[in-house]
Structure formats: structure tokens, C-alpha cells
């Protein structure tokens, strides 16, 4: 039995190793997720120089203050001429005299600063808000004659908490990082073997391959090696991920702009990491068992993919719900996604990280899980061995299931 | 129920529904060690669902069916082959890696299954291929592989369902080579077949199955027995009585009748020269006569009628 075991895993694991296809879609992730980290970084400093550069952007304007604060100094110096007449300053916009009107009002806390300007686009019409909040800030600023308070009403303040559990100091995000990473590795893993999982057993239906292979090997045995193989290839998978990213880190951190991440201060939380693995595991488990079922009632992929799909949408619909775990975490719809065994590993492995998940609960979710994985994987091994010989037809779980049981009635 | 002296496959009391259609009906029949046994029948008949039940894929509704003096258990049962009715390989893998695995998944360590893969296409004229993906092989080709698949380990059993469908006469001469082969170095064989001429060549014993019950079972040379034994065939000049009108011909039955040559199906025991005396004494001009066994294709007709084999 661990012989053939053994034999299938290594045939499922190296003809998916032995695929350029594999190899072409494993490495091609880690190249996405640079380029997105890379764009979002770019995106992010240019976003930054461009309000810095808006805001210190000098023009012709005329103004017309109401309120007292604009310093006549400070707005010349940005190219502001004061208007008594507003309608002359409407006039002087739409003749082209000066580029923008700005009316500060009596009261520029409650009431609203308008402008009047030529139109240089959407992106470019941003500059006129920002020179005209810059200027107010600046004349504001000058009002304040004592430093700390002109500096503390230009909001740099820097602030440190310690939040403490208990009489213990809690870590925040330190401590929530790595149980998180089971919750990425998780998707990463589903994601990518989706489609494996639910083709398990399609593919000897599919080329009349099952009658052969099961007078050489048990159902069970044949279905447990091609799940310790997807297991596997994920592992795999998680390697090739990891190693173009801890060699970028390592030795090109500079040249690449990578933050110096200070890992000794990541907090590895037994406890946490425990639960995490377990619910890992039982979560693979149960979809791995859910996609190989539905693949053995289906005749082929393109049947079963819009039922397949269902669990996928109970593997992402928890994410929506992630604010409320943080915010909310004992809301009725946490508490059923908590304990509903579809959407328990998301919702179990975030409230996990985030330290909103009392011991009891993730105890009960992690035995529900187990046993409802073993139930699921227990019924892929009947559907497919049922399944085995129809082949093109699609498989009624129900008759199945009334077949088993008149079976062990007549047996009986 | 024929017995044999020391069965390999054991089958008793068998009975198949698929809810509330009973398919087989209390079928039973053994094949004993190195015997080639015929299991025939119409489309439909049962007789892959026998086989499946037989091999543990599907499960009976009652009875025992023994391989070995125990149900069927991948690895715990001796070495098998099986060619299913319904068959097919890997198709994305290469020839040789598909005929490896199966041949470690039969016991064979890999650089065994490897070096008989490699010798079994060089056998069979397609060494080349060893390394080509099987979706890039000729119908042909691929049934090549198969058959190696199935005869792969030195198999003790060989389960064949309609070995020869779908294949081309050049794979057919070669699989009934290999079958010839393994019969030879003692393998036991069960064969359902819809080639007469297979059966009465190859089987030692046969099991005629109709509409999942035994309709004949035993020795060729028995079934023949049992449906009239000897038949007699003869060329006639003008038009043929009715036997039955010819005195000395009561009990004897007309099977055929077509351009002057005619069989008839004489009761167990009777002298072919009386029936030729009588035949002439009646007047019908005989040119030629011969007594012959009866074959096991009018048999077949007779039980399933003409358009057996046209489908379920």
C-alpha cells in the first residue's frame, strides 16, 4: 500500500515538475509581484512630488480675503495680486489677464474657499486648491508667534503607543505578521492549485484510464497520493515564491529600494503559529477534498468548474469582511463565517493574526474542520470510486448515496 | 454448476441491480488455474459488469466473486492484467513514463518496468516512441502501449473485455500472438469476445450470458453437445421438404436453407447415414453430404438472434 502510494505521488509531482507550463506560471508570480510593488512605489513618490510640487506651484492669481488671514507678503510672493472686486476677478480669469480668482471667505474653517480658474486640464486644475490651502496654512502659521505651536498646528507630531494585554505589552502588527503569512500562504497555495485539485481524478475519467488503475491500486490510496502530491507541488510552489524574493532582499536590497525590514522585531507567537498550522492544514484539507468531489461527479473540467466556483467564492467572500474582524469581531455574519467550515479558514486564520479569536472557538473550529475535511475527503474516494466507470456522465451525489446504503442493507 | 479442479476465479450466487433493474441474476461459474475461459455474450448481457464486480470496482448487490479464494484487492491479489472494454492511457505523458508507472503500481521495481517497457516496443516495432507524448501516437501505436500495459509483470490472470475492439488487424494478430504467449507459459485467461472463431480456437471452456442470466455454460465441446452437437450440411437439387415430412426425419431441425445448400440439426445419437438414406428415399437429390460439429456462431445466433452485437 505505501509502496504504491509512494509511486503515485512521484508520478503526479514529476510530470507537474516536469512542465514548462508549471514553471512558466510559478515564476511568473513573483515577477508580478514585483512589478506591482515596483509601480505602486514609483506610483507613490511621484504621486508625493507632484501635490509638493502643486502646492509650490507659482502663478498669476488675484485674491479677494475676507477673512484677514492671507499675509500680502507671503501671496506675492506666490504670485498673488489682492481683488477687491470679484466680478473684475471672474472677468481677469475668463480674459486670460491672471490664471486664477481665489475668494478666502470670513470664516475659512466653516466656510469654503472658492476659485475661479483657466483650465489646464484634470490633473493640472489640482494646483489651485493646493497653492490655495498653502497659502492660507502659510499665513496661518505666521499668526502663531511661539514655534512649537506653529509647528504643532502644521501637524508634525509624532506620536508612540504601547498597547498592553493584560500586564503584558502587546506587540501590534509585529505579532500579527507571521500568523498572517499563513493566511497568504493559504490563498497563494488554492489559487494556484485550483484547478489541479479539481482535475485530480477527471483526468483518468477523462482518458478511460480508471478501470486500469484500480485493479492496481485501492481508491483511497490512489486519491490520498494525488493529494500529498498537490500538497507537494505546493510546497514547491512556496519555494520558488520565496527564493527570488530572500535573494533580491539579501543581496540587491539597495538597488532595488527594498525597506530595510528589521525582522528580530517579528514576534512568533506560539500559540498563534500552532493555531495557524492547524487551520492550514484542515482548511487545505477540506477544499482539496471539496474540488476532488466535485471533479468525481463531473465528467469533465468544464463541468465542474461552475460548481467548483462555489467554493472559491466562500474562500474570498471572508476578505470583505476583514475591517469588521478589526473593528467588530463579535458581529453575527464573524461569528458564522467563524464556524461555517467553507469559510472558517480565512475568517479563523485573520482573526488569528489580528488577536480577536479566544482559545474555545479556535479549538472548535479547528476539530469542525478536521472532521468535516475527513467527511468530504471520505465521500471524494466514493464518488470517484462510483464515478469511475460513468464515464460522460455527470453523477447524482444522491443516488450515490442510496446506492451505498441499500448496499450495506443487502449485505446486512 | 461445472467444477473445477483448482479455480482461480470463483463466482457464485452473483446478483447485480442498479435500483430497481436486476441485471444479473444468480450467475455463477468458476475458471480453474491455466484454463482460457470464453465469456460470451450479446451487448448488454452483463458480462462487463461481472468483470467489474469481479475486480472490486463496482460493488456487487450479492454473491461472492473470488479471484485467489478472496475478493479482489489491488496488491493483495496475485498479478493480474486487465484490458478493460473501456481503455486508455495518459495522454499528456510520455509512452515509456506511462508504461513505467503502471508497471511499479503491478510491483515491478522502475528500472525493471523500464527495461521490459523498452524491450516491449522494440518488439513491437515502435522503439523510437519511447519518449513521444501518447496524444502524438497513431490509434494504433497507442493500442500498442495498452496491450504492453496489460501484460506487463508476467500476469498469473488476464482479464480481456473485447480485446480485439477497435483494434486494427495488425494489432489484433499481435495481441492474439501475446495472448497465445501467456496461455503458453500458464497464465490463466478470461476472454469476453465476440469472435466466434477466437473462442473455438483458444477457450478451453465457455459461458454463453443473456439478459444477466447463464445460458450455457461448460467445455466447448459440451455447449456444442448442448445445442445439437453435430449438425449436418448438404447440396441439394430442387426444392427441400420440410424435414419434419420426411419419414425417418421426425426431431430433426432445418437451420438453413439457401441456394441448394442446406444444415439441418439431426437429435443427439443419430446416424448420419440414416439421415442421408432418408433424405434420398424421400427423393431430394443429394451431391453432397458431410456431418460437422456444430459452430459456436449458429450457437450464438440461435440464443441472442440475428442482431445480437448491434448495440445496447
Known sequence: MAGNLRTVVSFEVGRTLSKPRFWIVTLLIPVMIGAVFGLSAWSSASTASSADQQASARFPFEYQDASGIIVPSIASAAGGVAQSDAAQGLADVQAGKVDAFIQYPANPSTETVTIAAKDIGLFGNGRYDAVAAALLTASAKQGISDPTLAAIASGDVTTQTTAYDGAQESRGFAAAIPPLLYLVLFYLVLVLLYQQMLAATLEEKENRVTEMILTTITARSLVAGKIISLFVVGIVQMLVFATPIAVAYAFFRDQLSLPALDLSTLVFDPGKMIIGALVLVGGFALFTGSLVAVGA????????????????????VPLYTLTMIISDPGAPIIGIFTFFPWTAPVTVLARNALSSLDLLSAVIVIVELYLVAAVVLWLAVRFFQYGAVEYGRKLDPRVILRSMRS????AA | MSSVAEPVVEVEHFRMAFGAKTVIEDLGFEIGRGETFGFLGSNG?????????????????????????????????????????????????SVVDTMVYFGRLKGMTASAARSWSLAYLERVGIPELARTRLDKLSGGQQQKVQLGVTVMNEPELLILDEPTKGFDPVNRRLLMGIVEEQRRAGATVMMVTHQMEEVERLCDRILLLKD????????????QEAFGGTTIRFRHDGTLPSPATIPGLEGVRLIADRDGEAEIAPPPGTDPAAVLAALVGAGVRVSAFAPVRRSLDSIFVEIYGEHAGEGE
Do not use: C, N
Not at chain 2, 467489474?52 to 466473486?65: D, S, V
Open chain 2, 212 to 223: 444477466g442470466v447463464a445460458r450455457a455454460y461448460g467445455s466447448v465441446a459440451e455447449v
Open chain 1, 407 to 410: 448496499r450495506r442493507t443487502t
Open chain 2, 45 to 93: 448481457s452483463g458480462k462487463t459488469t461481472t468483470i467489474r464486480a469481479l475486480l472490486g470496482i463496482t460493488e456487487p448487490t450479492a454473491g461472492r466473486l473470488w479471484i485467489d479464494g478472496r475478493p479482489f484487492r489491488p496488491q493483495a491479489s496475485g498479478r493480474l492484467g486487465y484490458l478493460p472494454e473501456e481503455r486508455g492511457l495518459y495522454r499528456k505523458e
Open chain 1, 297 to 316: 461527479l463531473m465528467p469533465s473540467v468544464k463541468d465542474a468548474g461552475p460548481i467548483s466556483a462555489v467554493f472559491m467564492v466562500a474562500m474570498f
